[in-house]
């Protein structure tokens, strides 16, 4: 059974127009008004969508600036069910076409992540809509939504623009890191798309048995500060983030050891050494206080953001220049830090 994906983001704007939409893996992205007629308006869509959810596609208003008519949009097939009845009775059993919109959408927001780590940005896609075409009878159309949407550094959510290139190469990085992603393995059956369900929810972030790398963990933690609207919070996550991929398994010393191994991955001279010591040791005071639900004192709104900047130029940082080395195994990563801190 045929199957036809849509969903709209917002906060990006692309350079130039992509009437044919930008590949990547199986999924399109698109600015074409020409193309998204023929993929919404001249389709079920519109009948279940309503007028709000349209806006999503079409708003021209320039709403906070994030409304710029961009989409995904994705036609894939279903090769085990192929009539009306079978997939009410699949839907039924497991509501696999509902996961499947989720999968789906949960990917494209994967690699809409991989957009901060060439600047920062507010951009998230929100709804997907997946419309089936059985064989013998009328269409049906099913939808999920996320939670999470992203604010800037500045606690601000605001249209940035990216090239093509910035794009493709956006979806290298998902590629290389990605070990978990949906999109781009071929699942058209039924029980594929359970199965690949069930494996995704099983993943345990911080079990030992898990498969989820330090790399996936860290930006899990980017993404709860992005979604975040206090900056003191934002800083809290941040600084999971990057010991996401810093810590031992030794808990000792902590302040210490991540900002001694920041200074020595980043620092170029002694004296920028001792300075991204330095920030990191002052952090640490902010983010002990928010663990602990005590306050803070003598420090400004301005100051907190100074620091929230600080750290989303740091893992920036780390996740480019270092991200072959944060992909290796735990022995020797620690290993590595270890050698670098005793230079």
């Known amino acids: 059974m045929k199957y036809k994906f849509v969903a709209p983001v917002f906060g990006l704007k692309i350079k130039k127009k992509?009437?044919?939409?930008?590949?990547?893996?199986?999924?399109?992205?698109?600015?074409s008004k020409n193309f998204l007629n023929k993929s919404v308006l001249e389709t079920p869509f519109p009948e279940v969508l309503g007028k709000y959810n349209l806006y999503d596609f079409y708003d021209d208003r320039d709403i906070e600036n994030i409304y710029v008519n961009n989409y995904f949009y994705l036609e894939g097939e279903i090769s085990d069910i192929n009539t009306s009845e079978e997939l009410s009775e699949k839907q039924g059993e497991s509501g696999f076409a509902?996961?499947?919109?989720?999968l789906l959408l949960l990917d494209i927001q994967k690699y809409l992540r991989k957009l901060w780590l060439l600047k920062d940005n507010s951009i998230y896609a929100r709804d997907g809509f997946v419309c089936f075409y059985p064989e013998d009878g009328d269409s049906r159309i099913f939808r999920?939504?996320?939670?999470?949407?992203?604010?800037?550094?500045?606690?601000?959510?605001?249209?940035v623009e990216f090239t093509k290139y910035e794009l493709e190469s956006a979806f290298k990085k998902y590629l290389s890191v990605e070990e978990n992603s949906f999109?781009?393995?071929?699942?058209?059956?039924?029980?594929?798309?359970?199965?690949?369900?069930?494996n995704y929810n099983s993943m345990n972030l911080f079990s030992?048995?898990?498969?989820?790398?330090?790399?996936?963990?860290?930006e899990y933690f980017i993404q709860m500060s992005?979604?975040?609207?206090?900056?003191?919070?934002?800083?809290?996550?941040?600084?999971?983030?990057?010991?996401?991929?810093?810590?031992?398994?030794?808990?000792?010393?902590?302040?210490?050891?991540?900002?001694?191994?920041i200074a020595h991955l980043l620092g170029k001279t002694s004296d920028e050494k001792i300075s991204y010591y330095d920030q990191m040791k002052k952090i640490y005071t902010v983010r002990s206080a928010i663990a602990h639900?005590?306050?803070?004192?003598?420090?400004?709104?301005?100051?907190?953001?100074?620091?929230?900047?600080?750290?989303?130029?740091?893992?920036?940082?780390?996740l480019t220049d270092y991200i072959?080395?944060?992909?290796?195994?735990?022995?020797?990563?620690?290993?590595?830090?270890?050698?670098?801190?005793?230079?």
Do not use: P
């Not at 992509?18 to 893996?25: A, N, Q, S």
């Not at 030992?208 to 963990?217: G, M």
């Open 18 to 31: 992509v009437d044919k939409g930008l590949r990547l893996g199986n999924v399109h992205l698109s600015n």
């Open 98 to 102: 509902t996961i499947l919109v989720a």
């Open 144 to 159: 999920f939504s996320l939670k999470d949407i992203y604010y800037d550094i500045s606690v601000e959510r605001k249209a």
């Open 183 to 198: 999109s781009f393995i071929k699942c058209n059956t039924v029980d594929s798309i359970i199965k690949f369900d069930k």
């Open 208 to 218: 030992k048995k898990t498969i989820i790398n330090n790399v996936e963990k860290s």
């Open 226 to 261: 992005r979604n975040e609207f206090h900056t003191d919070l934002k800083i809290f996550f941040y600084v999971s983030a990057i010991e996401a991929l810093l810590m031992s398994d030794s808990k000792s010393e902590v302040t210490h050891q991540v900002s001694e191994k």
């Open 293 to 318: 639900g005590s306050t803070y004192k003598n420090m400004t709104d301005d100051y907190l953001v100074s620091l929230c900047i600080f750290l989303d130029e740091t893992l920036r940082l780390l």
């Open 324 to 343: 072959d080395l944060f992909k290796k195994d735990k022995k020797e990563l620690n290993k590595y830090l270890k050698e670098l801190c005793l230079i």
